[in-house]
């Protein structure tokens, strides 16, 4: 039977020079946001911001020069976002350009497309949204409804997709289209396109959605007759859904999958040490010190596949296994520290301990829905060890 690979990666030693200059950069930058902004901070927008880590040569970090990129290693960069989420910075503006849309790009576009977007996205300049979800299409993403319709002015586009993570403040969108329809004795899988949508196109309008906390981050997004000029289908028309599993596969076992709550689990941390001055807190003492434990045998396991991916392997159930348990730890760790820490604390409290506490509280819940489910993950770590 396969088993996991999960081997150990030792960071080179040109990685602390550059973790330095990160922690540098954050000392002066990111110091003084509050917890419950550095909560959860690759969702939190703030284009200010990515154009500053883009100055630095933080976006696009493993990118070909001829692209504005750095032709740094995979570990490199893996050492900068490890970094700038542990400190809270806010880093959604150019999140999934720079860890999906722009790798996609670079495996599957035109060179026109790589010229004019990558640049762009290395400068902190364009912002991608990621469109595949649709009300009736989440874990049955092969059951997309959006339509394309090729004409001699470009390809016609109506539909609706749905929890479009910063579709209101994004310039394009990678959109999941159904471009030929099912014909009997075909896949659902096949007949599946990919497209580079302007967001400010005639024809799409992007409606927000609130979450639990009252914040706006994803959106519902209506295409209606949406015109998109022939070059701008990513990839091979037909290919869609080979090419978007691929895109999902690189985002599944970044630090990102383990430290959603990081800013909780280090104000706890403050408050304990604060405690510990006046009194014994055994039971709180041991259990900080079990979640560093998991949160170090995640760590080592992230950059296990991260160094795998660096040599050219593709570690799909490995990823798969980082995301669930990364998820499960960030997911729960709201429920343990309220356990805990909250004799005699309210939620309402105005402390930064009760208000991250309260936003996690209330978000937590999505990080195992986001990328992909808990059950869908475990299913693909099944397939992958031939179980099912
Ligand atoms: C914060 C957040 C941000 C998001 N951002 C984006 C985005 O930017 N772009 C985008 O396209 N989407 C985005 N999504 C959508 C996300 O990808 C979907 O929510 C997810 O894939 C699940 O789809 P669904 O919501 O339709 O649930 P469903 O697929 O309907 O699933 C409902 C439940 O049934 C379970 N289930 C479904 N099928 C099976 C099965 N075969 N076996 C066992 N159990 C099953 C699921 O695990 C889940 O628990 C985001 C979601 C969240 C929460």
Not at 182 to 200: C, P, R, V, Y
Request: charged content about 20%; overall charge neutral; glycine content about 10%.
């Amino acid at each position: 039977m396969p088993s996991f690979a999960f081997h150990p990666v030792d960071l080179p030693p040109s990685v602390s020079a550059l973790r330095a200059e990160v922690r540098d950069f954050l000392r002066n930058e990111a110091a003084d946001l509050p917890a419950e902004r550095r909560a959860n901070c690759w969702s939190v927008f703030d284009a200010a911001f990515s154009r500053e880590l883009a100055a630095r040569g933080w976006i696009g970090m493993t990118w070909p020069r001829r692209y504005g990129g750095g032709e740094r290693s995979a570990l490199e960069r893996y050492v900068v976002l490890e970094e700038l989420l542990a400190a809270g910075a806010p880093v959604g503006a150019h999140w999934i350009a720079d860890r999906q849309s722009g790798p996609a790009l670079l495996r599957y576009g035109s060179e026109a497309q790589c010229e004019r977007f990558l640049p762009a996205i290395v400068r902190g300049e364009c912002f991608f949204c990621i469109g595949m979800s649709e009300p009736n299409a989440g874990s049955d993403l092969a059951s997309v409804r959006t339509r394309g319709v090729k004409t001699a002015e470009g390809w016609r586009i109506s539909g609706q997709k749905v929890w479009t993570t910063h579709a209101h403040q994004a310039h394009f969108m990678i959109a999941l289209v159904r471009t030929r329809a099912n014909a009997e004795g075909t896949k659902k899988h096949d007949g599946l396109s990919q497209f580079l949508i302007d967001m400010k196109a005639p024809g799409v309008r992007v409606r927000p959605i609130a979450d639990l906390a009252g914040e706006v981050h994803f959106n519902e997004v209506f295409l209606d007759d949406v015109l998109v000029p022939h070059d701008m289908l990513l990839g091979v028309e037909g290919q869609g859904w080979q090419q978007c599993t691929g895109e999902l596969s690189l985002e599944r076992s970044g630090p990102e999958r383990y430290l959603s709550s990081h800013a909780l689990f280090v104000e706890w941390l403050r408050s304990l040490c604060a405690d510990a001055r006046d009194r014994t807190c055994d039971a709180a003492q041991q259990a900080a010190g079990r979640i560093a434990a998991e949160l170090w045998t995640l760590r080592q396991m992230s950059l296990s596949v991260a160094g795998q991916l660096a040599a050219g392997t593709d570690p799909a159930v490995e990823a798969a296994i980082v995301k669930d348990l990364g998820n499960s730890f960030e997911q729960a760790l709201p429920g343990r520290v309220q356990a805990l820490a909250c004799a005699g604390m309210a939620l309402e409290d105005d402390t930064p301990l009760a208000r991250v506490l309260a936003l996690l509280l209330q978000t937590s819940p999505s990080f195992s829905l986001r990328g992909g489910t808990r059950e869908i993950l475990r299913g693909i770590v099944s397939r992958g060890l031939g179980l099912r």
